[in-house]
T-cell receptor, first 112, second 114 residues
Framework: DGGITQSPKYLFRKEGQNVTLSCEQN?????MYWYRQDPGQGLRLIYY???????QKGDIAEGYSVSREKKESFPLTVTSAQKNPTAFYLC???????????FGQGTRLTVV | AQSVSQHNHHVILSEAASLELGCNYS??????LFWYVQYPGQHLQLLLK??????LVKGIKGFEAEFIKSKFSFNLRKPSVQWSDTAEYFC????????????FGKGTRLHILP
């Protein structure tokens, strides 16, 4: 089945540790996105990538990093510099020209 | 900066009532417009989208939306809601030709009373 796979579904980390969230798509989409969802805040864009080996900061990129070495993969690293990392993280992808964004199931990250 | 505003943060309706959720976006040219829904415990799914043509678009589950260019608005409507419409609704905008960035509103939590 075509789609977007995020893993793991739940993730726990100790404060001060970096953690990487996985996002893989087999839809052959060019663009990929990472959003953070907090209650009452909607979806806020962290990073997006329109093409392999290129990505742009979104509205809340501080404390996060990404890479786009392969078309199908767009991992997100939450670094220790992110002041409030506990959140629900959503990955999405779309065709170039943004006809529609398809979402993964999300990863709930809890930092203790 | 590009922005999307949803005016209703939490809406409570009885079954069979009519629904209208507001969405406005900042000026910035030609846009692609979307409404997404997130049912409890489920992932985001597309309700409807507008790219061009007829400004009144119909989506799944009886939802529709109207694009009013002069008001930079894309309001979501449903004539008669059901208990199963309880969910969170998000408006999203892509400013076409600029980049592939998609900006979401803060969402509206809809609660339908049986």
């Amino acid at each position: 089945d075509g789609g977007i796979t995020q893993s793991p579904k739940y993730l726990f980390r100790k404060e001060g540790q970096n953690v990487t969230l996985s996002c893989e798509q087999n839809l052959n989409h060019d663009a990929m996105y990472w959003y953070r969802q907090d209650p009452g805040q909607g979806l806020r864009l962290i990073y997006y990538s329109q093409i392999v080996n290129d990505f742009q900061k979104g509205d809340i990129a501080e404390g996060y990093s990404v890479s786009r070495e392969k078309k199908e993969s767009f991992p997100l690293t939450v670094t220790s510099a992110q002041k409030n990392p506990t959140a629900f993280y959503l990955c999405a992808s779309s065709m170039q020209g943004v006809t529609e964004a398809f979402f993964g199931q999300g990863t709930r990250l809890t930092v203790v | 900066a590009q922005s999307v505003s949803q005016h209703n943060h939490h809406v409570i309706l009885s079954e069979a009532a009519s629904l209208e959720l507001g969405c406005n976006y900042s000026y910035g040219g030609t846009v692609n417009l979307f409404w997404y829904v997130q049912y409890p415990g489920q992932h985001l799914q597309l309700l409807l989208k507008y790219f061009s043509g007829d400004p009144l678009v119909k989506g799944i589950k009886g939802f529709e939306a109207e694009f009013i260019k002069s008001k930079f608005s894309f309001n979501l409507r449903k004539p008669s809601v059901q208990w199963s419409d309880t969910a969170e609704y998000f408006c999203a905008v892509n400013w076409r030709g600029r980049d592939d960035k998609i900006i979401f509103g803060k969402g509206t939590r809809l609660h339908i009373l049986p």
